[in-house]
């Protein structure tokens, strides 16, 4: 029984990696296009909000959650009920489907995902990157583009994991 087990796990360590779906994108289950009332049902009231504007217009309410744990969302136009546009954790705790977390090596996110883009610049010289982010594009027809974004320090580490659909940068 051991060694069919053992088998399993080597197995499932040794996968190739793939393409990251709009499935994976999410962050301790949440993603963009979740409405706030699901975000409040799972994670009740924020411990801090604020509204983002433009000129006199209220655009984005910007909820905070916990230790590093951020969620936007789309308020143009008066929203009743709006749609998450950007999540952003710095939080360890906080784990994409894959097992993904702040802390992790962006080597070992390239390890189960074969579509992470590197950074546009690197120093060869010192072997290190200079851009701080990795990066990867994802979509299918029914919950749009996510675009997951991996800040990394200077060592590879993952500092941060920004999530985002197509309108949600700023």
Not at 87 to 116: R, Y
Not at 143 to 153: A, S
């Amino acid at each position: 029984m051991t060694a069919v087990v053992m088998a399993l796990f080597m197995g499932t360590a040794l996968a190739a990696p793939r393409a990251m779906t709009v499935d994976d994108a999410v962050i301790a289950g949440i993603t963009p296009g979740n409405d706030l009332s699901y975000v409040r049902s799972i994670y009740g009231e924020p411990d801090g909000e604020k509204t983002k504007r433009t000129g006199n217009y209220p655009t984005h309410l910007v909820d905070y959650y916990g230790e590093g744990f951020v969620i936007t969302y789309d308020i143009f136009g008066g929203a009743q009920n709006p749609l998450i546009q950007s999540i952003e954790t710095t939080n360890a705790a906080l784990v994409m489907p894959s097992g993904i977390h702040v802390g992790m090596k962006i080597a070992e996110v390239q390890q189960i995902f074969s579509d992470i883009q590197e950074p546009f610049r690197r120093d060869e010289k010192n072997n290190q990157y200079t851009s701080p982010r990795f990066y990867v594009e994802v979509s299918d027809e029914k919950k749009g583009i996510r675009t997951v974004v991996f800040d990394v320090d200077k060592k590879g580490v993952i500092q941060k994991i920004f999530i985002y659909d197509q309108y949600g940068i700023d």
